[in-house]
């Protein structure tokens, strides 16, 4: 056996102890991770008056069989004989959040590194070529347990008919009045889709256990072609020079670059990420303490959605050295011990 030979077996013998010494959880719900803000978000995007009709018609007008149509014709379908490596971290990814039937990952040619899920009644995963030259192999553990994440949490629905409302958007540019419906509509689904972000980070972390190589592909999103070249201390230091903006000018442009992106910037990601891996309620998750899907309510309550959202946002702002943060949590506060005094005053029966 060669020295080559022996350091390739024994690199494979090490991926395989370390993938057998990962937890996996079985019947996990995705309440287990999701953050409160994207199960909020969620909540007031199905409250807009009439985006249900609009939903349901863009969704039902055709199944994801043209997606997937697309894909099988421009693509690669991972499976053993192609990709075989993604292949192996497809099946592993969907055994550790317990996932059944395994959903199919396509590789792209882009060399924008990006990866998406697609689907209403088969959710698929589509990764692109310039975010498997980007990562190794932990990064694309993550990645693409960020996206079965996205299954796991029923994401694909929202996230296929948003792609759909945006090749509809172009089409209705000559429109004034239809271009503006679907913007809002777009504008809705954008917002919400930038808080699932948050949760299938966390759902990432969880399949690949390993809040360094986490990291380092928020590093990489963010421009590191070459992580060794890219201190992390440093790159976390980036995301509290963002929280800390002194002037409110600076909140209103933060404000300004985020409304249009589908993603949350990569030092907020990353930030939020690492804060989670530090905590117990993932430290819980791992250890088995975490609810189950048999225990899911067949509805979500949406007082309890947007409570929990609200608490988020309040504990965030908390932390937040952003003026314009503190202004709102400030001027919140205010609000909301006004409206509780009123109501003590004129409804305290509860009625």
Not at 136 to 163: K, W
Not at 254 to 276: D, I, S
Not at 318 to 333: F, H, I, T, W
Request: charged share 25%; net charge neutral.
């Amino acid at each position: 056996m060669t020295p080559a030979t022996r350091g390739s077996v024994e690199g494979m013998s090490e991926e395989i102890e370390r993938s057998s010494s990962r937890v996996r959880f079985p019947g996990i719900s995705p309440r287990a991770y999701e953050h409160p803000a994207d199960r909020g978000a969620l909540a007031v995007l199905r409250a807009v008056p009439g985006i249900g009709p609009v939903l349901q018609a863009v969704a039902g007008a055709f199944t994801e069989r043209g997606e997937r149509l697309l894909y099988v014709a421009s693509a690669i379908r991972v499976g053993p004989r192609q990709y075989p490596m993604i292949d192996g971290l497809r099946k592993e990814a969907a055994a550790a959040l317990d996932l059944d039937p395994v959903p199919e990952v396509f590789i792209e040619r882009n060399p924008d590194p990006q990866a998406l899920t697609l689907g209403i009644d088969k959710p698929f995963i589509v990764l692109t070529t310039g975010l498997v030259e980007l990562l190794d192999t932990e990064g694309l553990r993550f990645a693409i347990g960020h996206e079965m994440g996205h299954v796991l949490s029923g994401h694909a629905l929202y996230r296929t008919i948003l792609f759909r409302l945006m090749q509809l958007q172009n089409s209705l540019g000559w429109m004034p009045a239809g271009y503006w419906a679907v913007r809002a509509v777009i504008a809705a689904l954008t917002e919400w889709y930038r808080k699932t972000e948050l949760s299938c980070d966390r759902a990432g972390l969880l399949v690949g256990q390993d809040p360094a190589a986490a990291l380092r592909v928020h590093v990489a999103m963010a421009g590191g072609m070459d992580v060794s070249q890219v201190d992390t201390a440093e790159f976390l230091k980036q995301a509290k020079e963002y929280e800390q903006v002194e002037d409110v000018r600076d909140s209103v442009l933060k404000l300004a670059n985020t409304w249009r992106r589908t993603h949350p910037m990569a030092v907020v990601r990353a930030a939020e990420l690492q804060r989670w891996a530090a905590g117990e309620e993932y430290r819980g998750i791992l250890t088995g303490t975490y609810p189950r899907r048999e225990d899911d309510r067949p509805t979500s309550s949406f007082t309890e959605d947007i409570k929990n959202a609200a608490r988020s946002y309040k504990e965030s702002a908390a932390r937040s050295e952003d003026p314009l943060v503190k202004v709102l949590n400030e001027v919140g506060d205010v609000l909301v011990g006004a409206a509780g005094k009123v109501r003590s005053k004129f409804g305290g029966n509860g009625e």
